[in-house]
């Protein structure tokens, strides 16, 4: 029998009270169970959970907030049944003022460095596609589990972007040097089962309720250790990541202003958002 996050009846919401999407309600909703202190979050930016910038200060904020509650431990989901998260919201990129694009894409590095250094431990519940910016959200956790029949990877190259060296070495340090290079310049998108294998994400599932009893499984298994020398651990590991991204952040985003303002890369994406379409035809 599977055991389920929280009795509802000791389950606190978290309405934060931000922009939200017209139908669907707020874009990050977050249920802490008081037992555990195991908070579910859940992404939920119909239809595809795509990174605007409104939506990642969300995602910051909604971190911050958890990191003030003492929670034990986040898992991190969709509100959707197909899409974990579908990367940037591509129209962030369509001939965009140069200023907001400075913008979301500081807000990119910042939500990578908030998920990637926080305290508590952290888990991915991947029960949708998550291309690009989506398994960049997956990468920042410590474990992964994910469901079956979904696709996952770091396609940017198939997009005419090219992946930033602080991800590179986010996903090299879950797949290794030599898988990592390849997938990266290839833009290779793995299915479940793929990712399985090459260690992209650590566990399968059949469906959300039994990888919701994984997530908590592996929450479970810090629920007897000093909190203080689990998070210090994990921040010895991955703060110095975060240093050098911080770092050279201004020649990343000077980059990819310079590769997303290119007249041929517009071209491309738009050739792109296309065959998005043309597919569901
Ligand atoms: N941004 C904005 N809108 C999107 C996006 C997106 N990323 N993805 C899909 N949509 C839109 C579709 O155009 C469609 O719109 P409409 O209904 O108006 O036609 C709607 O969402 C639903 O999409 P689908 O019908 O395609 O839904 P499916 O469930 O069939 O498929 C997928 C979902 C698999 C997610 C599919 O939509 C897809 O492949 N989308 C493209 C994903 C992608 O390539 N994302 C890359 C974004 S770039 C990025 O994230 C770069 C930053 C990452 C880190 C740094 C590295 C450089």
């Known amino acids: 029998m599977l055991r389920k996050i929280a009795n509802p009846a000791r389950l606190l919401t978290f309405q934060r009270t931000m922009a939200s999407t017209a139908s669907t309600g707020p874009l990050v909703r977050t249920e802490l169970d008081s037992q555990t202190g195991y908070a579910k979050v859940t992404l939920n930016r119909a239809p595809v959970n795509s990174l605007s910038l409104e939506f990642m200060a969300e995602i910051i904020k909604t971190v911050d907030e958890l990191e003030r509650s003492k929670i034990r431990g986040m898992i991190l989901t969709s509100s959707s049944s197909k899409v974990f998260c579908a990367g940037l919201d591509i129209l962030e990129m369509v001939n965009p003022s140069e200023d907001r694009l400075r913008s979301v894409w500081r807000n990119l590095q910042d939500t990578w460095a908030k998920l990637y250094g926080t305290s508590f431990p952290t888990v991915a519940l991947i029960n949708g596609h998550a291309p690009a910016g989506g398994c960049l959200l997956a990468l920042t956790c410590e474990y992964r589990i994910m469901c079956s029949n979904f696709s996952i990877g770091l396609n940017e190259t198939q997009l005419g972007l090219a992946v930033p060296p602080w991800l590179q070495k986010t996903m090299k340090n879950t797949v290794g040097a030599r898988e990592a290079e390849i997938a990266c310049i290839k833009g290779t998108m793995f299915s479940s089962e793929e990712a399985l294998k090459i260690g992209l994400v650590d566990e399968l599932a059949a469906d959300k309720g039994e990888a919701m009893h ?47 303002m290119n007249s041929d890369f517009q071209a491309g994406l738009a050739a792109y958002l296309q065959s998005l379409k043309d597919r569901k035809k």
């Open 214 to 260: 994984k997530a908590c499984n592996y929450l479970d298994t810090f629920k007897n250790m000093s909190p203080y020398a689990r998070s210090a651990t994990k921040l010895l590991l991955r703060n110095k990541k975060i240093e050098d991204m911080q770092r050279a952040r201004e020649d990343d985003i000077d980059r990819v202003v310079k590769n997303v």
